[in-house]
Each structure stands twice: as structure tokens, then as C-alpha cells.
């Protein structure tokens, strides 16, 4: 069975910094190209950055580039999403999700798995 689970949400301060850390089991995890995504309350599904299988290939939603950094210990199972400078616009549920598919994609229709995601409150 697979999982993916999230960690290391939280409340943070305007200008402050998270780590969200994806822990994946039951799949061979340096197969899969991974996503993150945020989903704030009344608002669809958004983008926010993505990695290859191997970490050569990684994109960023455009408002967080140069804020957020992903990354992958492929040894560990285990992709994290570096979060700095945050803004109150930056609170949703943050969730991962893997893909089979090259790119790494965007689109979340091309993600087959899926944390159950974790809360980012950003105070002003």
C-alpha cells in the first residue's frame, strides 16, 4: 500500500520559515516524480513546486521561486519543501503527491498518489 505522509506544518509569522517534510512507503519512491501542492479554503488545488525522479528537473509555481526550495533524499524516501520569506497568502493545506509521469508535471491530474496533507497558517 502506498503512503505518502506529510509533516512539519504549522503557524508561523509574516516573513518566517517552514520545512515540510513527504515521507513515501510502499512504492519504489525514486521512480516517481514529486509534487507539491496547496489548497487554501474555498480555492482549487494549486501548483507549487515540483521534482524528477533524480532531482534534475525541478519547477517552481512563480510566486514562491527564489522563496521555496524542493528537494529529495531519494535514500530516505522522503521529498521536503523549504519555505522562507512566507506571506499570509501562503497559508492552505500543503499537500505531496507522486507521478509517474516525466516533467515533473504541474498539472494535478497527472499525480497518481497523494498525502492527506498538512495545515501552513501564515500570521500577519
Known amino acids: 500500500q502506498v503512503q505518502l505522509v506529510e509533516s512539519g506544518g504549522g503557524l508561523v509569522q509574516t516573513g518566517g520559515s517552514l520545512r515540510l517534510s513527504c515521507a513515501a512507503s510502499?512504492?519504489?519512491?525514486?521512480?516517481?516524480?514529486m509534487g507539491w501542492f496547496r489548497q487554501a479554503t474555498g480555492t482549487e488545488r494549486e501548483f507549487v513546486a515540483a521534482?524528477?525522479?533524480?532531482?534534475?528537473?525541478?519547477d517552481y509555481l512563480d510566486s514562491v521561486k527564489g522563496r521555496f526550495t524542493i528537494s529529495r533524499d531519494n535514500a530516505k524516501n522522503t521529498v521536503y519543501l523549504q519555505m522562507s520569506s512566507l506571506k499570509s497568502e501562503a497559508s492552505a493545506v500543503y499537500y505531496c503527491?507522486?507521478?509517474?509521469?516525466?516533467?515533473?508535471?504541474?498539472?494535478?491530474?497527472?499525480?497518481?498518489?497523494w498525502g492527506q496533507g498538512t495545515q501552513v497558517t501564515v500570521s500577519s
Open positions: 510502499g512504492i519504489t519512491f525514486g521512480h516517481l516524480g
Open positions: 503527491a507522486g507521478s509517474v509521469y516525466l516533467g515533473p508535471p504541474r498539472d494535478h491530474r497527472r499525480y497518481s498518489y
Open positions: 521534482i524528477s525522479w533524480s532531482g534534475g528537473n525541478i
